[in-house]
């Protein structure tokens, strides 16, 4: 199909930078308020959404420049884009590639639904959760966050 390309979205490569890739569709955001990105630190962030992929139908990308992600990051990453691989980019090259790995517990980076609960009232109490099986616990009061774990995320 000789019109295929100019319907592609290409978005340009990155000098210095992290690029998260095989996000699960519709996840960009997200993943962008668990990095703390909101857009007015001024680094260079560039989005694909649901944009074709080979392995997972739709996928979104994040690369965002000047900037490593430590481990921690990523892995949190998991909860809400589990086969998304990250790559570290240097002058040009991909020189480490990452996939993401499924904490044990994550602290301070969501909140609780309950409205009851500890960590929601105001007090000095971070919020921390335990990853189980089918989504992630909360360790003060039992409440398990399954689904749209996206919408839990502690404003930064
Ligand atoms: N990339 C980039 N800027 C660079 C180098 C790479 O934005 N200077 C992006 C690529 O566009 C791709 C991702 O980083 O989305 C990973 O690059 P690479 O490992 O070269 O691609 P693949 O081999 O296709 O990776 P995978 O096998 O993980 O899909
Ligand atoms: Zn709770």
Do not use: W, Y
Request: overall charge negative.
């Amino acid at each position: 199909m000789s019109d295929a390309p100019d319907r592609e979205l290409r978005i340009s490569k990155i000098r210095d930078g992290t690029v998260i890739d095989h996000i699960t569709g519709g996840q960009a955001l997200n993943v962008l308020a668990i990095l703390g990105i909101g857009g007015d630190e001024g680094m260079g962030v560039s989005i694909g959404m649901n944009v074709p992929s080979d392995k997972l139908g739709t996928k979104d990308v994040v690369k965002v420049e000047d900037r490593e992600l430590s481990q921690g990051e990523v892995d949190v990453l998991s909860l809400l884009a589990p086969e998304a691989t990250v790559n570290i980019v240097r002058e040009f090259e991909v020189v480490e590639k990452k996939r993401v790995e499924r904490p044990g517990r994550v602290v301070g980076l969501l909140t609780c639904p309950n409205h009851n609960c500890i960590t929601n009232a105001d007090e000095p109490v971070e919020s921390a959760f335990e990853v189980v099986d089918d989504g992630v616990r909360c360790e003060f009061c039992g409440e398990i966050v399954r689904e749209d774990i996206g919408d839990h995320l502690a404003v930064h």
